[in-house]
Structure formats: C-alpha cells, structure tokens
C-alpha cells in the first residue's frame, strides 16, 4: 500500500514564527488531505489539495504530485495552532482509502 | 450546518465485554467511514459505506468487529469480545461524494478497555 512519511516529527516554535511541513508518499495519488487535530482531539480539515496550491488566511498548501510529496506552511503562527497536523493521501482503485501519515506535532509557546 | 454527531464520548470496560458506538454523519453525505486512533498515531480506516453498502472493510478486524448503516444515515460500530489493544479513540467521518472529496470528522469516542 501507499506509504505516507511527515516531517517534521515535532515542531516548537514561538508565537510568531513561520513554518513548513511536508509530507512524503510512495505513490500516484488523486486525493490528498492536511487536517489539524486540536488539543482536544477533534480532526478538522483544512486543505484538499491532491495537486497545486491553495491559500487559507495564514494557512496555504502546495501538492507536486510528479515528485509525490506536499508542504503545509504556517505563516505568523499562533498558540491555537497547536495541535497534530496529518497529511492523509488516496488513490481511486475502486474506492476512496484514505491512508494517514504519523503526523507532525505543532507546539506554539506564547 | 451541524457537523457529524458521535456518542459516547467516553467508554470504559473490561476486556471481553461488549462495546458498541453510533455515529451520525453530516446530512445528506452519502459516504460514512469509521477510523481507529491508537495514541501517537494517525487514523486509520476500519470501514467505509456508500449510502447502506460496504465499499471497504479490508482492515476491520471481522472476528471481533462489526458494523452497520441501516437506511443509509446512522451507523454503529461495535466490539465483541474487547480485547486490551482495542484502547483507541473510534473516529467517524463523512463524505459528499465516494471519491475525491473532503472528509469531515466527529468528536471521537475515547474507549479504554481494562
């Protein structure tokens, strides 16, 4: 099955700072997914985006599927961003799985 | 819009007894997937239902686990025996569309089996 590899495997920063965190995979994809899960666990979505660029506030996100990998980038960050961000990819063989990686964990001190 | 509704949010049993969790899913979502969360680790699908049809259940644990989504809109996932390592968090999520689309995500429900 697709493997999915995220690094950083954790990330401290202070209240402000920028970042980039990438995700890895072993093959073709057509779906591809970063979700945020907060501190009390809930799993939000923020970007789908199985190719290009996509832009959310101080979120963005860009996927080269030809090189099979994608970047999340944090600008100005802030202590609510911390939490665990999961990169999850899919192929369309038969039906939707979405494979999840092992997740970055954000820690933003104030 | 309200989002994907799970209950209980908390579970606490003994090993080898019953166990069962409900999910409902965004309204008129047609796609509902069930994950396992095992602490330090990222979701991982146990099985997935187009309106009341399994698309995939090729890694749900079938002699313990089992799952339904009768009418096409509630689910319940349920563990029979419940072994230790079944300690995890029990994550639903929906769909619009089978493919290619976003998934939203329920609160969880946390159980812990002694």
């Known amino acids: 099955g697709i493997q999915v590899e995220q690094s950083p495997p954790d990330l401290i920063l202070q209240e402000g700072a920028n970042s980039t965190l990438r995700c890895n995979f072993s093959?073709?994809?057509?779906?591809l997914q970063w979700f945020h899960q907060n501190p009390w666990g809930q799993l939000i979505n923020l970007f789908y985006i199985p190719s290009g660029t996509k832009q959310n506030g101080r979120l963005s996100a860009t996927t080269v599927a030809t090189e099979r990998y994608s970047l999340l980038y944090i600008s100005s960050s802030q202590t609510t961003d911390s939490g665990v961000y999961f990169c999850?990819?899919?192929?369309?063989?038969?039906?939707?799985?979405?494979?999840f990686g092992q997740g970055t964990r954000l820690t933003i001190n104030p | 819009e309200a989002g994907v509704a799970q209950s209980p949010r908390y579970k606490i049993i003994e090993k080898r007894q019953s166990v069962a969790f409900w999910c409902n899913p965004i309204s008129g979502h047609a796609t509902l997937y069930w994950y396992q969360q095992i602490l330090g680790q990222g979701p991982k699908l146990l099985i997935q239902f187009q309106n009341n049809g399994v698309v995939d259940d090729s890694q749900l644990p079938k002699d313990r686990f089992s799952a339904e989504r009768l009418k096409g809109v509630d689910s319940t996932l349920k563990i029979q025996p419940a072994k230790l390592e079944d300690s995890a968090v029990y994550l639903c999520a929906s769909s619009l569309l089978i493919h290619t689309d976003t998934q939203y995500f329920g609160p969880g429900t946390r159980l812990t089996v002694l």
């Open positions: 999850a990819v899919g192929r369309i063989q038969g039906a939707q799985k979405l494979v």
């Open positions: 093959d073709s994809v057509n779906n």
